[in-house]
T-cell receptor
C-alpha cells in the first residue's frame, strides 16, 4: 500500500457529538501528524505521533485526542464537537529519515 | 511565538517566472519546506531545505538563508496547472521530535 488514506471523506455531525477520523499510511512511515485546515487558511498542527506515542501537540484543547497503531494507522478523536470544529482534517505521514510529509486527501467535517 | 509570513496572493503569466517569499520567526528552526495545494486537494510536498542555498527540482527551486530567516520558492516556465496555493512550512525541532508548522499560504493564479 502506498500513500496516505483517510476515511471518511465527508462527515456531518451535530454539536456536542463525538467523532473519530481514521488514517492509514504505508509501511515505514512511523511519524504521523494531524492538521486542521479552515477554508482559505494554512493547515494548523494538532498533534503528532511517533511509534505510537504522542511527541508533539499544537494549540488544541484536550478534547482533541489521538492514537497510532502498530500497523501504521492512526485516529483523531474529537469530543464535544463545536461549530468551529468544522474544517478539513488532514493526516500526514513520513518515514524517520525523510522530512517530506505525504498527506491524505482529508476528511471534511461539518458540525451543525 | 512562531510566525511565518508569505504574500497572500500572486498573479503571473503563463511561461513566466514567479518567486514566492517566506520569512519566519521561530524557535527550534530545523528546516524549511514548501507544499502545493490545489483547491479541494491535499497538500503535496515540493521541497525541503535544511542548509543555506538553492535546491532545484525540475521547474521548481527553493532557497534558504538561515541567517536572514528567509526563503523562497521559484517557479519557472509557469503552466496553468501551477495555479494553486503554496505554503511555506518550517520544521521545528524540540524534545526529540520534529514538527511541521505552516504559513497561511500564497494563492498563485497563472493567467494566459
Amino acid at each position: 500500500e502506498t500513500g496516505v488514506t483517510q476515511s471518511p471523506t465527508h462527515l456531518i455531525k451535530t454539536r456536542g457529538q463525538q467523532v473519530t477520523l481514521r488514517c492509514s499510511s504505508q509501511s515505514g512511515h512511523n511519524t504521523v501528524s494531524w492538521y486542521q485546515q479552515a477554508l482559505g487558511q494554512g493547515p494548523q498542527f494538532i498533534f503528532q505521533y511517533y511509534r505510537e506515542e504522542e511527541n508533539g501537540r499544537g494549540n488544541f484543547p484536550p478534547r482533541f485526542s489521538g492514537l497510532q497503531f502498530p500497523n501504521y494507522s492512526s485516529e483523531l478523536n474529537v469530543n464535544a464537537l463545536e461549530l468551529d470544529d468544522s474544517a478539513l482534517y488532514l493526516c500526514a505521514a513520513r518515514p524517520a529519515a525523510n522530512y517530506g510529509y505525504t498527506f491524505g486527501s482529508g476528511t471534511r467535517l461539518t458540525v451543525v | 511565538g512562531q510566525s511565518l509570513e508569505q504574500p497572500s496572493e500572486v498573479t503571473a503569466v503563463e511561461g513566466a517566472i514567479v518567486q514566492i517569499n517566506c520569512t519566519y520567526q521561530t524557535s527550534g528552526f530545523y528546516g524549511l519546506s514548501w507544499y502545493q495545494q490545489h483547491d479541494g486537494g491535499a497538500p503535496t510536498f515540493l521541497s525541503y531545505n535544511a542548509l543555506d542555498g538553492l535546491e532545484e527540482t525540475g521547474r521548481f527551486s527553493s532557497f534558504l538563508s538561515r541567517s536572514d530567516s528567509y526563503g523562497y520558492l521559484l517557479l519557472q516556465e509557469l503552466q496553468m496547472k501551477d495555479s494553486a496555493s503554496y505554503f511555506c512550512a518550517v520544521i521545528l525541532s524540540g524534545a526529540g521530535s520534529y514538527q511541521l508548522t505552516f504559513g497561511k499560504g500564497t494563492k498563485l493564479s497563472v493567467i494566459p
